[in-house]
């Protein structure tokens, strides 16, 4: 039976909580997101060297951390080949978590968010427990049910080293009575997860590349593969949704500017999928070149094309024009 996803209301994901306000993945981060109305939160997940699974955009965190200035920690700055790409710094999994938590978060993009910096080094590196643990004393409150929509961030490779992500993503999951969705770009960990749990699962599909469980199994297949109908329904069999990236939607001519929206919604929704668009924020830098200065414009765009969700940096800007989206139908 398809589901009639076109007159549920759209879901406010705030993408590594309100990171256009604060460092992401922190939990003044998703703190705020929640205060200004998100619907969910969303923590990308990696883990410690002794199995604890932390809140961080990658495994390699001299970008997110002050781990730079940490001279304890100068012996452990390494190279390591992550997912196909050659990456030099220092890794999640070569801390315990007391070393990480002697860490604090820095902004990622402070060039483009410099109002972000001015919290450098006043954050720690949060535990999905501890994320956990703020939703639930958050949730319930004024009559709102806030949820968390964690990521699965490298699964194979936390696999090949004996640090699979998800036997303790399921264990800190259980028991729970929090909305969730589990998101990965991988295929192949998700198809594992819809054995082992009933939880929501998202197939995360970019708009170039290849899963890199693809790469490892000699799969030629690539995303775009992903979207055909026969593509959409084979995830239909262990995802209940795909997050897309937004250039799917709604595709960019060569100077930026949107052309006419694809058939992906419909197909998808036609095979029982939800669709969760990837990733709204308020800089012109990311904004598509006719909508430069006006980001609430490219909202009502997405929302009237009938996106299931949005992934933004900017929750409260999200949460209003949902507000008006709806008032207007």
């Not at 990696?46 to 100068?74: C, P, Q, Y």
Request: net charge negative.
């Amino acid at each position: 039976m398809i589901q009639n996803f076109r007159y549920q209301p759209p879901i406010i994901i705030a993408h590594r909580g309100a990171s256009g306000y604060r460092p992401e993945h922190t939990l003044a981060s998703y703190e705020l997101a929640i205060d200004l109305g998100a619907d969910y939160i969303e923590p990308d997940l990696v883990m410690t060297k002794d199995g604890i699974l932390i809140a961080r955009h990658e495994n390699e965190i001299s970008e997110t951390t002050d781990i730079v200035d940490h001279a304890e920690f100068a012996y452990l700055r390494t190279t390591k080949i992550i997912d196909g790409e050659i990456k030099t710094g220092w890794f999640t999994e070569d801390l315990t978590i007391a070393e990480i938590k002697t860490l604090r978060a820095k902004e990622r993009i402070s060039q483009i968010r410099p109002q972000n910096a001015v919290y450098n080094g006043m954050f720690t590196i949060p535990t999905f427990t501890e994320i956990i643990d703020l939703v639930k004393d958050k949730s319930g409150k004024n009559g709102r049910n806030i949820g968390i929509y964690p990521e699965t961030k490298h699964p194979s490779y936390f696999q090949e080293i004996g640090l699979p992500l998800e036997a303790a993503l399921l264990l800190n999951l259980q028991d729970i009575d929090l909305p969730i969705f589990i998101q990965s770009f991988a295929v192949s960990n998700l198809k594992e997860l819809s054995q082992k749990t009933d939880l929501p699962l998202v197939q995360l599909i970019n708009d170039i590349g290849k899963p890199y469980d693809f790469v490892i199994d000699h799969d030629l297949r690539t995303y775009r593969d992903l979207l055909t109908p026969k593509g959409l329904k084979e995830i239909a069999e262990y995802a209940q949704a795909i997050g897309v990236h937004k250039n799917l939607l709604i595709p960019r001519d060569i100077t930026g500017k949107l052309l006419s929206p694809t058939s992906l919604i419909i197909d998808a929704q036609a095979a029982n999928l939800q669709v969760h668009a990837w990733t709204f924020r308020n800089e012109d830098f990311f904004l598509p070149l006719d909508l430069q200065g006006s980001p609430e414009k490219e909202y009502e765009i997405f929302f009237s094309l009938g996106v299931n969700g949005v992934f933004t940096d900017y929750p409260d800007i999200a949460v209003k024009q949902k507000c008006c989206y709806l008032n207007q139908k």
